[in-house]
């Protein structure tokens, strides 16, 4: 699946590639992007693994609960 805007061009003799693609991200790819680098991709890690932590917590003390009971 290429691109109707891609154009490749190879110079066997120096073995250059040049490569240009035009720019067409999707929004949600760039959405994606923003979310994943910087301060705010730490953040939103921090975030997750803090939400994964408290969901592993929560099913533990619930499947204890009722391993446990008399």
Partial sequence: MESAN???????WNENVNLSV???QSSTNEFCNKLCTGQLGIAVRVAGSLAVMAAMYIIGYIT???VHRC
Avoid: E, I, T
């Avoid at 891609?6 to 066997?12: D, M």
């Fill in 6 to 12: 891609a154009n490749v061009q190879y110079n066997r």
């Fill in 22 to 24: 035009a720019d067409s």
């Fill in 64 to 66: 204890g609960y009722y």
